[in-house]
């Protein structure tokens, strides 16, 4: 086939995945769906009570169904009952009382969508264990929970192909024993680039193509390996790798996707450690409590903070209005992510009951949990929760900013002693007030019975206004912080917008010919409700004035609607409108004066009545409701004592009761607050990461169900007994047990940490790793296809320091890395998956090498290494609603550098199967579906790339010949063919006759197309 298979053809062969779940399908249904059919549905639908027939406790029964049909259809959540009953869409409505939060709702609909996958544990169970629960003998000899043993490398007999280390001889004795052996070695171009792009994630360059042909030592592969193990690329490529298990982002995502400025310290603090072969075992202790290893200079202990941020950088619901849920569900993020970037398993199903495949109780988890529980995260758990960052300064900076954060404590406690001695107030004139319930509910009537819409006294004030009318245009406002817009809507048509700053206000002063009463009018245009208050001479006259839809923003939609009735004194007053959000499209208004009959029939405002009775609005506007519920009717006896009483009745506190009663503080507060925000605004600078912190140290009570408001025994922190045995830790309130939690996950002797990452680091060379699950080793996932071989790495990975380059060097040196990916038929038919490595597996390279190499190839690749490319403020929101979204991604740095996003994570990375950033990823997929051939196409990346390398390829000073290939050496690592080269020189000549050698441009337009070519044929996107 020719080399130039276009990434179009993917159109032909394309095998697309359907839209799944962020965790794997049955971890999904038992940390998100099982929880929330525990808590809310078996109480009545299961074992022993089934309302309406239905049962929830298996997927068979809702299956079923009760009385009104089948509660689901699995793959299909719009035909089932049980999505409509919960969304409450419908007569029936379940639960009943209050309808489920919209994230157990989703959670549920998405496992509906992919299936309803039940796994086979049972049905559903209510009842709390009392017991520690007791370990099978068949949980006890699980493969992972073993000890890591190192076998002997078994003995090749007459091998039939090459072995350089114990890796083949491992390998070789199992595809021996099924008839097969290793494919032919590799093409030295073949293994170039293949080896380049693994350790590095970059294309070999022309001269480093060369180079390695000319050398005929024999280690020179060897001397590759080391180079490319030396180069600051590395650490780029096999950090990244990391950064997908630990859910690296910029960005925390779910309800506030707020900005994580200082996430990148951590990006970079883990590229610094590959390249660095800092010990896996250190690697690991600094994420979980580097902050709390003593000694080392001050960058050192800066270094092992910032390592923290593992801990921190998840995504959290900030908004949650339960402080304590928060607190637990970041607990559990933690757990979870820890879990699978460690030991390969899945903590978070144990939130709620034991784990239903694993030997992890409950108590385990709480055990662990209680760990996090005193550690601190958070710098508070209120709506929108901070998390927690630490100054890594110099100590004078570190000082500096100790110093200021004790002054905005001050600064806070000094507004909080304001607002408690305002709230004083507020009480104090309640409680008087309450002494004049009767002229409340007395004035209320007379409100209720003057109610109705106030109607102009003239059809049209702005152009037949009554003799001795005010009329005002709006843009002519004496002082005031909205825009005068005079030019938009025509000449001589003049509005007032918002113009930004909160809140909006407009004063005018004005001179009443007469005294007596007047109507204020207001012509304004509105498409959406922005209701503004009146006031008059400080008092306000009408508290949603304005709040009319008039049908759109425009002038011919401009209507006059009367607002309110005022008496005023010959003279000077004063005018205000004001609005704490936008306000609408305000024309002009005017004083209309109006007759005494005009007066008595228009309807009472509550606040003309409570101003004439000298009562407060905000009060009086309560009663008033309360009265039109009775239609009219005043309360009297036993129902005014209790409504006198309630909480929640008229005489309850509200902002509007504060405005009203806090006059006197209002200075103060305004004060004080402006100081507490000039204070914060004055923080020194300082260089911050995230990262946490010990604090008290705290055991847990199992929380029943996951519930935390329903406590069953005591947790003392501990690690899970099937590997460590049940004894809880030694523990007070001094410290929270990270420490030791660390020193135990990195023991010589665990029986996962060191299995799980040469797991990892194998997946990385050959597609999948031993353990194909390679984030659960647990019973869910799958078994290794070669134990001893992976023993033997592990306890290999140990006995070399922890050293992961050392790894590196064993695997890709072997005769099994170095393999041709031509398989023979038999291999094919006998291990079709090639578990058994027969032959090396081709891969296509992942969205960060196709974006690089496309830079790479081309010339425009900024080498620079660290920093952040994050465009965005401290805690800033980097998207929204809307059309808002997050386009800092034109840069020409590596990939790793660009900003991760969640929920507007780079659409380059999003078509090229760039994992979820919000869980732990350690098995990147690889689709083949019609976007990623448009991409390759048609994209702005591979406009830019084209272009630059076409530009690039003209600079040769050479025949077309010459330049065809130097282009195929960049972009292959190998010259053209004579068929490819005849191929191209023919479509380079017709394309430019087409174009004319006068035209200008056209030669590089030609060129530009052929290397756009070049750069989407799946001989550049696959790695043989």
């Keep these: ?608 009545a409570a101003a004439d009775r000298k009562l407060l609005t905000s009060l009086l506007r309560e009663w008033a409701d309360v009265i039109a519920k009775r239609e009219g009717k005043p309360p009297t006896g036993a129902d005014l004592d209790a409504l006198i009483a309630a909480d929640d009745g008229p005489f309850r506190d509200s902002p509007e009761l504060d405005a009203d009663t806090q006059g006197a503080h209002a200075d103060e507060l305004k004060r004080l607050r402006e100081k507490l925000a000039a204070t914060e605004k004055a923080k020194p600078p300082v260089d911050e990461v995230m990262a946490v912190e010990d604090a008290k140290g705290e055991n847990l009570r199992v929380h029943l169900r996951g519930n935390h408001t329903t406590l069953g025994a005591d947790a003392p922190r501990r690690f899970p007994q099937i590997m460590a045995g049940g004894a809880p830790l030694p523990l007070g309130a001094d410290r929270s047990g990270r420490r030791e939690l660390a020193e135990w996950l990195t023991r010589p002797d665990h029986p996962l940490t060191a299995r799980v990452m040469v797991n990892r680091i194998w997946a990385g060379h050959f597609g999948a790793g031993l353990v194909r699950s390679t984030d659960n080793f647990g019973r869910l996932g799958d078994r290794p296809t070669h134990p001893e071989l992976l023993d033997w790495l592990a306890a290999e990975f140990v006995g070399a320091k922890w050293s992961v380059k050392h790894m590196h060097r064993l695997i890709v040196t072997s005769a099994a890395y170095r393999m041709s990916s031509q398989a023979e038929p038999a291999a094919l038919q006998k291990d079709p998956d090639n578990k058994l490595l027969s032959h090396f597996t081709r891969r296509r390279l992942d969205a960060e090498e196709v974006r690089d190499g496309m830079l790479a190839v081309s010339g425009l690749l900024d080498r620079k290494v660290g920093g952040t490319l994050l465009k965005a403020t401290p805690r800033q929101y980097v998207t929204g609603t809307g059309n808002r979204n997050y386009e800092g991604y034109a840069h020409t740095r590596r990939s790793v550098y660009l900003p991760v996003v969640r929920s507007a994570v780079y659409d380059v990375f999003q078509t090229l199967d760039f994992p979820d950033p919000s869980v732990p990823n350690g098995q990147r997929t690889a689709t083949t579906i019609p976007t990623q051939s448009l991409f390759m196409l048609n994209s702005a990346l591979a406009d830019q790339a084209a272009e630059a390398f076409a530009k690039a390829v003209l600079a040769v000073r050479s025949t077309d010949a010459g330049r065809v290939h130097e282009a195929y050496r960049r972009v292959y690592g190998r010259p053209p063919t004579d068929r490819e080269e005849a191929r191209v020189l023919a479509y380079l000549q017709k394309s430019e006759e087409a174009s004319g050698p006068a035209a200008e441009g056209s030669q590089l337009r030609v060129w530009r197309g052929l290397c756009r070519v070049l750069l989407a044929s799946n001989e550049f996107v696959f790695v043989e």
């Design 1 to 608: 086939m020719s080399t130039l298979r276009f990434a179009l053809a993917a159109l032909v062969l394309v095998g697309s995945t359907a839209p799944g779940l962020a965790a794997p399908p049955d971890a999904h249904f038992e940390k998100k769906v099982r929880p929330v059919l525990i808590e809310r549905c078996v109480t009545c639908h299961g074992p022993e009570k089934q309302k309406g027939g239905l049962r929830v406790d298996s997927r068979t029964a809702l299956l079923a169904g009760g009385a009104r049909g089948a509660a689901l259809v699995p793959g299909k959540p719009d035909e089932g009952l049980l999505l409509r009953t919960l969304a409450h869409d419908g007569e029936l409505k379940m639960p009943p009382k209050a309808k489920l939060p919209a994230a157990e709702i989703a959670a549920i609909k998405e496992w509906v969508q992919v299936g309803a996958p039940w796994p086979d544990s049972g049905a559903l169970t209510v009842a709390p264990k009392t017991t520690e629960r007791i370990f099978t003998p068949e949980e006890k000899a699980f493969w992972a929970f073993q000890p890591v043993r190192r076998a002997a490398a078994p003995e090749i007999r007459d091998p039939k192909s090459e072995i350089r280390n114990d890796i083949d001889r491992f390998l070789l004795a199992k595809l021996n024993g099924t008839g097969l052996s290793f494919a032919p070695p590799a093409d030295k171009r073949v293994l170039l680039r293949r080896v380049t792009f693994d350790l590095t994630g970059l294309p070999p360059t022309p001269e480093e193509v060369d180079s390695f042909l000319k050398d005929s030592a024999p280690d020179a592969y060897e001397k590759v390996v080391t180079r490319l193990l030396a180069s600051p690329a590395y650490g780029e490529k096999w950090g990244r790798r990391w950064l997908d298990v630990a859910r690296y982002a910029d960005s925390n995502g779910m309800d506030e996707n707020l900005a994580y400025v200082n996430a990148w310290r951590y990006r970079d603090w883990v590229i610094k450690s590959f390249n660095a072969d800092k010990p896996y075992e250190q690697f690991v202790r600094d994420q979980i409590a580097g902050d709390l290893v003593p000694g080392g200079t001050a960058a050192e202990r800066a270094d092992r903070t910032t390592a923290t941020g593992f801990l921190v950088i998840g995504p959290k619901m900030l908004a949650e209005d339960d402080p304590a849920k928060m607190r637990m569900d970041i607990i559990d993020e933690q757990l979870d992510a820890l879990g699978q970037a460690f030991m390969g398993l899945t903590l978070g199903c144990a939130r709620c009951h034991d784990h239903k495949f694993d030997p992890i109780t409950v108590s385990d988890y709480y055990g662990l949990a209680g760990i996090f529980y005193s550690t601190k995260t958070m710098r508070n758990h209120t709506v929108v929760a901070a998390w927690n960052e630490r100054p890594i300064g110099t100590a004078s900076s570190v000082v500096a900013l100790a110093a200021h954060e004790k002054a905005v404590a001050a600064a806070r406690a000094e507004v909080s002693a304001a607002e408690a001695r305002a709230r004083a107030t507020t009480r104090a004139r309640l409680t008087e007030e309450k002494k004049h319930v009767a002229e409340y509910a007395t004035a209320a009537v007379e409100v209720y019975r003057r109610r109705g819409a106030l109607k102009l006294v003239a059809p049209d004030p702005g152009k037949n206004p009554p003799a001795g009318a005010v009329l005002v245009e709006s843009e002519a406002f004496a002082r005031g912080n909205v825009l005068k817009l005079t030019d938009g809507y025509g000449a001589g048509i003049g509005v007032v917008i918002n113009a930004g700053p909160l809140p909006n206000y407009a004063e005018y002063d004005l001179d009443v010919p007469k005294e007596g009463a007047y109507q204020i009018a207001v012509r304004y245009a509105a498409a959406d409700r922005r209701p503004v208050r009146i006031l008059v001479n400080g008092r306000l006259v009408a508290g949603e004035a304005c709040g009319t839809k008039t049908g759109s923003w425009n002038p011919d939609t401009q209507t006059w609607v009367a607002e309110a009735v005022v008496v005023l004194p010959t003279g000077k007053a004063v005018v205000r409108f004001e609005r704490n959000g936008p306000v609408p499209h305000l024309d002009k208004f005017a004083l209309l004066p109006m007759t005494a009959e005009q007066v008595a029939a228009a309807p009472l405002p509550v606040e003309r």
